[in-house]
């Protein structure tokens, strides 16, 4: 067996074959010999004669196993020792190319901090200063001031990927699960029309913090809204008669319009309110 240079763990080293082995690959130029056993203290005297480490160790124990794969890592050789006992792994498999009905389609990314208290941010008030959260408002994003529809994760993380309360949803125990027929909002954002790819679409917030519908810009030319008249800048508030407050509401909307054989949208341009008809054949 060649030894040398390499990290030995050897269990059941306080005595016998174990303490036997524990001595031969230190003479054999082991870089690092770890001696466990459930004796520490005869653990720890035979590393001392081969000039590593004892330690205490139930190999029936998980949480002794990785004490003792600490140990290995920290008396033995560092990044040696890892690669010995945790084999690097294997490359992940490629991702699958994205299908075609959606390589126009922009990538939405939702990260979350799940317990981070908003007030203690600068931007909502508090002393943490969280340039690279609160200064998205000035790389044209949007800062909310909402709150959470539940006290816990599971179900306020469900209202989020659903665009629901929890009283729809009814993910309110430990063991509650999404209803099958309850669409996410990352299913919804796949069936979206065409158009919602020929614009961006911001939630406009007044002063008081309160949603006054979506702001409308980087409207491609020759687009859907560019053709019916609509300009950066226009924030639409109701559609077809239906006040458009929330992205679930949006979006059910939007995937009603090709049904529809005229469109009203009433919207706010240049701080002034204006409604505009179209008819559709």
Request: with cysteine; proline share 6%.
């Amino acid at each position: 067996m060649k030894i040398s240079g390499k990290v030995a763990v050897v269990t059941g080293a306080a005595s016998g074959i174990g303490k036997a082995l524990a001595l031969r690959f230190a003479r054999e130029g082991a870089r690092g010999v770890v001696c466990a056993d459930l004796d520490e203290t005869r653990a720890r005297s035979v590393a001392a004669e081969a000039g590593g480490i004892g330690v205490r160790c139930d190999v029936a124990q998980e949480g002794d196993m990785n004490a003792l794969v600490v140990a290995a890592l920290v008396g033995g050789g560092g990044a040696l020792a890892g690669n010995a006992l945790y084999p690097a792994k294997p490359a992940p498999p490629a991702p699958p190319p994205v299908p075609a009905a959606l390589a126009d389609r922009p990538n939405v990314l939702l990260l979350v901090i799940d317990t981070l208290r908003a007030d203690e941010l600068s931007c909502y008030g508090g002393a943490v200063e969280a340039k690279a959260l609160c200064g998205i408002t000035d790389e044209d994003g949007t800062r909310f001031h909402a709150f959470s529809h539940a006290s816990w994760t599971k179900p306020s993380f469900a209202s989020i990927l659903t665009s629901t309360l929890p009283s729809t949803h009814n993910t309110t125990s430990k063991t509650a699960t999404l209803p099958p027929a309850l669409e996410l909002v990352s299913e919804a954002l796949q069936n979206l029309p065409e158009l919602l790819t020929m614009a961006r679409i911001i939630p406009h917030i007044n002063k008081d913090g309160q949603n006054e519908g979506f702001r409308i810009v980087s409207i491609k030319p020759d687009s859907f809204y560019q053709r019916i008249g609509l300009v950066n800048g226009d924030v639409l508030q109701q559609i077809n008669g239906i006040e458009i407050k929330d992205p679930g509401t949006f979006m059910s909307v939007f995937n009603q319009l090709k049904n529809e054989s005229s469109i009203t949208v009433d919207l706010i341009r240049n701080n002034q309110k204006e409604t505009l008809s179209y008819e559709i054949r």
